[in-house]
């Protein structure tokens, strides 16, 4: 349960009298809570008109769901299905609000019962399927499509436990179990009439039955899966679209009858199985068993999936499988459901009968896959032991597409055995899912023009060249509708007064907003939204961190998982340095403008190096915010458990955005554009879409500093330290700020505690010093620091770059992303 206290207000709030269409609402929403809870509002909690709100909200997008169920289907309509591991949703009752057009309609008449809206709304859990960017990439998307009538379904697993709840413990991370579904889940329904079978592991014996291969399993696994559908509203639209969520459980036909001791003992394998499988997000993958219960999802989730579209298909269109391109695209997010590929072969194959041909030609024109990644450990491999083990008969078709693979590059490159392994599906004992993709996917994206730049060139060069109209780069987005509308309403009323309302659905139009950015009235009134929003937020840390943080102070924020090519270690460096030249430079000290640093980060539960650094930032933000001699010049906020709900609070608050990743390892970054929409200046290198927004915004309007991506690259071809040894012996503050980490003086008297941090900066972990280029960009990151602090006390000046930075964001919705998807890879039609 979300941890906000909501109580009655003693008073009513209200001071509107409701209008019919209210009363009626009211009617509803009382109804519910007797019919749902058996209770008279006057015993009602808190939770329970919460529950009462969503199910009045669910009742009306029922309504339209039927309608537009019918459309889709009379009007033959494409479908996409977006296979992803990660959904991060976060709440859905104020956005489905905001989307049905009701949020007056919903806070008149919750006022009137005694309630707010923004606190009713907090009762409800973050559906926090996901870890980051990717999978709340999805959850945009999803509200993107819908909003432009196009028929999509998200399909993930409906994990138990989503990611962990963080929790410091003495300046560590802790990792708690999420219970998002403590309270049930009121968006969801259960469909028990479309679970389907999903069998793993045992032997497959082949066999010839009627002049046609047919594969029999032997001691395998069955789980059953249970699809539970979300439906979801788009803004001011039509159309009713879905997030299906698959939850394992075991199959009910087990012969329980005959009770012996194997049919029990299978029985609870099966179980036990199943309790795992959508279990939770992201297990440990530190062991085989973790290992192996990764790869039983991603072949449930795209077993039950690929199941369900075939038998959607086959109602609607018969069994006319070349048709299947132009009825269905499903689209790969990152190389976690790659599976899909060879599963759909099984079925077309093993079930449906068709030769492998004319599957294959209708498999690959019916996937596409979107890389968001290039670091390499992120780019996924099976050892192929484990993978024949847990899906045998899968592994034989990959084979077979590895066989044909192979045939086909020793056809263009003879002999040239290099290119041949770098290129297989399957090589080193190793199945290559991203190469799979490759060797599959009739369409290949990258996330932003500069990370595609690198997929063509490098990663996936070999692929490219072979076939380069396949290759898209598709710059990612964010739903204006959650990222301003929802989480920011002052500052969106307020654009809604000078540019009208056509802004939230047609983002372009934004722009208009720059005629207004030396508007002196109209920059009072940003800046004014911007000091409330910090003052709320200034609360909240004193309620959770107790710490007294100054709204006038630069609120300069770096929110995002926690890893080492995002460098929230060189932020850290620097506010150390910051810290040591107020306590020796007095006049440095005197004309220092106040700073908050405010962080927020999830590191993955092994990344030790990681969690080290989370330990660094409370570390140095217990030092800093208790010494009386910096007079509370600069204070350091770490917030615990970082999530969609809380971003929400803290992006709009934000002065300044933290977007510093060593360029040319970001793919795109989206947290980016929510900071940028919402009127905060970034500071960050040329990476991922940074790229972009210098372009939108212009060079006035945002702090670009650092080594470009080419010039990360030549540093990382030669070993050899000589540029950080020099950077070591004549930046002094920096050198200052490093020797900090092992006297003592962070966690008094302990010199080992950071000691491997300092340790990879200066000699790597290979003998490679710095690989992330923190030395290397240090100075002139500081400098550009120092700009800033200048800059922002013109406060006109700054106001004015703020604006702009709103104005110029428009390019950044993703309704332009999916609108870039639809014209270049999927081709759907949006409903009538
Ligand atoms: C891989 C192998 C084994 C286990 C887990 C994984 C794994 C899981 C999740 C690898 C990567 C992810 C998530 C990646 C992610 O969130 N990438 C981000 O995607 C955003 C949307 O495109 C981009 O904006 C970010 O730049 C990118 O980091």
């Known amino acids: 349960m979300a941890e906000t206290k909501t109580t009655k207000a003693t008073a009513k709030t209200s001071a509107v009298k409701l209008t019919a269409a209210e009363e009626a609402l009211k009617k509803e929403i009382v109804g519910k809570v007797g019919r749902h809870f058996g209770k008279v509002m006057e015993e009602a909690t808190p939770h329970m008109i919460y529950t009462a709100c969503a199910l009045t909200v669910r009742d009306q997008i029922m309504e339209k769901w039927a309608k537009s169920h019918r459309q889709v289907k009379e009007e033959g309509s494409k479908k996409l299905y977006y ?30 019962l005694g309630y707010s809206l923004s606190d009713i709304a907090e009762l409800e859990n973050d559906a926090g399927l996901g870890n980051g960017g990717l999978g709340r990439l999805a959850a945009c998307f999803i509200d993107s499509l819908t909003t432009m009538d196009l028929p ?7 994990y138990e436990h989503g990611l962990f709840r963080q929790k410091i413990v003495e300046g560590y991370q802790t990792e708690l ?41 032997r001691n395998e696994n069955t789980v059953l899966a249970m699809p539970y559908d979300v439906p979801l509203v788009g803004y001011d639209s039509k159309i009713v679209n879905k997030l299906r969520l698959w939850s394992a459980t075991i199959p009910t036909d087990v012969d329980m009858i005959s009770y012996d001791r194997g049919t029990f003992d299978k029985m609870m394998e099966a179980k036990s199985l199943a309790k795992q499988i959508s279990g939770i997000l992201y297990p440990d993958d530190t062991t085989d068993d973790g290992k192996k219960l990764r790869l039983r999802q991603q072949y449930f989730l795209v077993s039950a999936t690929l199941q369900w579209i075939l038998k959607e298909f086959e109602e609607r269109n018969g069994s006319d499988w070349s048709k299947l391109p132009d009825k269905i695209v499903i689209h790969i997010n990152d190389t976690h459901p790659t599976l899909a590929i060879p599963e759909m ?61 192979m045939e086909q590059l020793e056809a263009v490159y003879p002999g040239d055995k290099g290119k041949h392994q770098w290129m297989a599906v399957i090589a080193n004992d190793q199945v290559n899912m991203a190469n799979l ?7 290949v994206n990258g996330v932003s023009k500069l990370h595609t730049e690198i997929l063509k060139d490098d990663i996936f060069r070999d692929y490219y060249v072979l076939d380069k109209e396949r290759f898209h780069a598709i710059t990612n987005g964010i739903t204006f509708r959650r990222w301003i509308a929802n989480c920011n309403p002052e500052l969106t009323e307020l654009i809604d007064s000078k540019i009208g309302k056509g802004w939230l659905k047609n983002s372009e139009k934004l722009a208009e907003l720059a005629k207004f950015a030396k508007d002196k009235d109209f920059q009072k009134k940003f800046d004014d939204i911007k000091k409330k929003n910090k003052v709320a937020l200034a609360a909240y840390i004193k309620e959770h961190n107790g710490i007294d943080v100054n709204p006038d102070s630069i609120f300069d924020v770096q929110c995002k998982r926690l890893h080492e090519y995002k460098r929230q270690m060189m932020n850290v460096l620097h506010i150390i340095a910051e810290y040591n030249r107020i306590l020796s430079d007095s006049s440095y000290a005197d004309n220092y403008y106040p ?9 993955a539960p092994g990344y030790v190096r990681a969690k080290n650094i989370i330990k660094l930032i409370n570390s140095v933000a217990d030092i800093i915010n208790n010494d009386a001699r910096i007079k509370d010049k600069i204070k350091v906020v770490f917030i615990e458990n970082y999530g969609v709900s809380i971003a929400e609070k803290i992006i709009i608050a934000a002065d300044v955005s933290e977007q510093i990743s060593t360029a040319g390892k970001e793919a795109s970054g989206t947290g980016n554009m929510k900071f940028m929409l919402n009127g905060a200046l970034t500071i960050g290198t040329l990476d991922g879409a940074n790229v972009e927004m210098l372009e939108q915004v212009g060079e006035d309007n945002i702090y670009i500093f650092g080594l470009k991506a080419d010039e990360v690259a030549a540093r990382l071809k030669y070993a ?17 700020a490093l020797e900090m980490l092992i006297d003592g003086s962070i966690v008094p008297g302990n010199t080992s505690i950071f000691r491997d941090l300092y340790q990879t900066l200066l000699f790597g972990d290979y003998g490679y010093p710095d690989t992330y280029m923190v030395l290397r960009d240090f100075e002139e990151y500081m400098k550009t620091q120092e700009k800033i602090s200048a800059d922002y006390q013109n406060r006109s000046k700054w106001i004015e770059m703020a604006i702009m930075n709103t104005a110029m964001s428009g390019f950044f919705s993703s309704d332009r992303t999916i609108d870039d998807y639809n014209k270049k890879i999927w081709h759907l039609t949006p409903i009538k």
């Open 83 to 112: 296979l992803s591991f990660e959904f991060l949703m976060g709440r859905l009752l104020c956005t489905n609000i905001l989307n049905l057009m009701q949020t007056d309609e919903y806070q008149h008449v919750l006022a009137d």
């Open 152 to 158: 999509a379904y998200g399909c993930t697993i409906r």
């Open 177 to 217: 179990p999420d219970e998002w579904l403590e309270h049930g889940n009121a968006w969801e329904i259960s469909r028990p009439e479309e679970a389907v079978k999903v069998v793993f592991g045992g032997q497959v014996d082949c066999e010839w039955v009627d002049g046609r291969m047919v594969y029999k399993y």
């Open 345 to 405: 072969m099984r079925l077309l194959m093993d079930e449906k009968g068709l030769g492998w041909d004319e599957a294959w030609n209708i498999v690959t024109h019916v996937f596409a896959y979107t890389n968001h990644t290039v670091m390499s450990e992120a780019l996924e491999k099976w050892n192929v032991h484990m993978f024949r083990e847990i899906v045998p008969r899968i592994y034989m078709i990959v084979e077979e597409i590895n066989r044909r693979l």
């Open 437 to 443: 993709c490759l060797a599959s996917c009739f369409a």
């Open 595 to 603: 700073k908050t640093y405010i962080f927020g980060a999830k590191a």
């Open 720 to 736: 050899g330290n000589d540029e950080v040894k020099t950077i070591y012996s004549t930046n002094t503050s920096l050198r200052h």
